[in-house]
C-alpha cells in the first residue's frame, strides 16, 4: 500500500516536534510533506499538497481547527484526519465525530495510540482504494436544482462561465454553481488540467490536435467525439500536458 500523504499541524513547537519525531516510526505508513504551526499556513498547506492524512491540533493559536476544516470541505475533500487536544472536552470530540474523524488524540500524545490511529487511517484509505477499484469514480457537483454527480471519466472538458462553469460530457453538456478555480482545485490534477483561463481538459480524452487550427478532438472509449476550439496558449499548454 503506499504511504498516506501526510501533513502536521501543532502551533506549539515542543509538541510539534516531539510528534515529528514519534512519526519517524511509522515512515512505512505515513510520509510527512510538510508541518505547520497556525491556522493559514495549514490552509494553504492542505490546498498545496491534498494530503491523504491530517495530524490536526484541535486549537491553532485561538482559532478553532474545525472551523478550518468545515471552511475546506467547501473547495476539496477532506483528508482523514487525528484530531490532538491538551483536553478532554466532549463538544469538540462530537463535532469531530461528525467530521469523520479517524481519531482524537489526548496531549502528551501515546505512541501506541498514535500507532492505532494511523493503523485505523490505513485501513480506511485501503478500504476506499479497494471499493473504488470496482467502480467507476463519480464527482459531485452543485447544480441549480442540487446535485450532479458525473463519472470522471466521462467529462472531456470544462468552460468557465463568469462565476459558473459548464461540464461537457460525452452525453451532453450541464451547467453547476461552480466557477473553474473551486473544480480545478477539487479535480485530480493527473487527468484534469487547466489550459487557460476559461477551460479544464481531460488529457486522457484528448484524441486530435490540430496546432494550425486551435482544435482539439475528444474522444470516449466507446468512440463518441468532441470538438473543443482553443485559444493559442492553451493548445500550447495542451500540447506540453500530452506529451
Do not use: W
Not at 50 to 79: A, F, M, W
Not at 188 to 209: A, C, E, H, M, W
Amino acid at each position: 500500500m503506499k504511504k498516506l500523504k501526510t501533513i502536521v499541524v501543532e502551533d506549539e513547537r515542543l509538541p510539534r516536534l516531539s510528534l515529528l519525531a514519534k512519526l519517524e516510526d511509522f515512515r512505512h505508513t505515513v510520509e510527512v510533506v510538510e508541518s505547520c504551526d497556525n491556522y493559514d499556513s495549514a490552509r494553504m498547506s492542505i490546498l498545496r499538497h491534498r494530503p491523504d492524512l491530517l495530524i490536526l491540533d484541535i486549537q491553532l493559536q485561538g482559532r478553532d481547527s474545525l472551523q478550518l476544516l468545515e471552511e475546506l470541505k467547501q473547495t476539496v475533500p477532506l483528508p482523514y484526519v487525528i484530531f490532538t487536544t491538551a483536553y478532554s472536552d466532549r463538544k469538540y470530540l462530537m463535532n469531530a465525530i461528525k467530521l469523520s474523524a479517524v481519531d482524537y488524540l489526548l496531549k502528551p500524545i501515546d505512541k501506541g495510540e498514535l500507532a492505532h490511529a494511523i493503523a485505523k487511517a490505513a485501513d480506511r484509505a485501503a478500504l476506499e482504494t479497494a471499493e473504488a477499484s470496482h467502480q467507476p469514480e463519480k464527482l459531485s457537483f452543485k447544480s441549480v436544482n442540487g446535485k450532479l454527480f458525473l463519472p470522471a471519466d466521462d467529462i472531456a472538458y470544462i468552460k468557465a462561465e463568469g462565476n459558473y462553469a459548464s461540464i461537457s460530457s460525452f452525453h451532453g453538456c450541464d451547467m453547476v454553481l461552480e466557477n473553474l478555480l473551486t473544480l480545478e482545485l477539487r479535480l485530480p490534477g493527473n487527468v484534469f488540467v487547466r489550459v487557460d483561463r476559461s477551460t479544464i481538459v481531460n488529457i486522457q480524452k484528448v484524441y486530435r490536435l490540430n496546432h494550425q487550427q486551435h482544435i482539439c478532438i475528444l474522444r470516449s472509449a466507446e468512440g463518441h467525439e468532441l470538438r473543443l476550439e482553443m485559444s493559442r496558449s492553451g493548445m500550447e499548454k495542451l500540447m506540453d500536458a500530452v506529451g
